[in-house]
């Protein structure tokens, strides 16, 4: 497995938090448990969603504490149908073990290509986050006496 350095991004530019991941909008389950059951669908939308929100990608795709096939099929769900990541996990629990091991290895996989193109870039980027605010030239001075 190819590792990546962790990347910070402020969360109000995380397109995931934009576009109400978190809030409390709800879509109707019914309609999420189809759209996660054909796997096709559910599948598509995780391949996009990886490309269409790379600041949010970027800030939890790196990020190893997180579980990243979790988020990434939250953020399909969110992405395509507007789902909430708390209905996201509600649903989830409902579905089939098979649909579930499937949704999985496509997730990873997802997630396995996403690295690997983003490889070059994450490292170009590494100074992103806070980092990003330091200026080069300007040093504190201690005035000791």
């Known amino acids: 497995m190819l590792e990546v350095k962790r990347v910070y991004t402020p969360y109000w530019e995380w397109e995931d938090w934009i576009n109400g991941m978190y809030g409390d909008l709800l879509i109707d389950q019914d309609e999420l448990l189809r759209f996660m059951s ?28 997180i579980n990243r096939v979790a988020f990434l099929g939250q953020c399909g769900c969110c992405y395509k149908i507007g789902a909430t990541a708390k209905q996201t996990k509600s ?4 579905l089939t073990n098979d649909t579930r091991t499937k949704a999985n290895i496509i997730a990873q996989q997802i997630i396995d290509r996403w690295t690997i193109q983003h490889m070059q ?5 590494k100074k ?17 006496k």
């Open 91 to 94: 649903a989830w629990k409902l």
């Open 38 to 65: 054909d796997l096709n669908k559910f599948g598509s939308a995780m391949q996009e969603v990886s490309n269409e929100w790379p600041r949010a990608m970027l800030n939890s795709l790196t990020n190893k504490s």
């Open 121 to 125: 870039e994450l490292e170009n980027t």
């Open 128 to 144: 992103l986050g806070k980092n990003d605010a330091t200026k080069v030239g300007y040093q504190m001075k201690l005035h000791l």
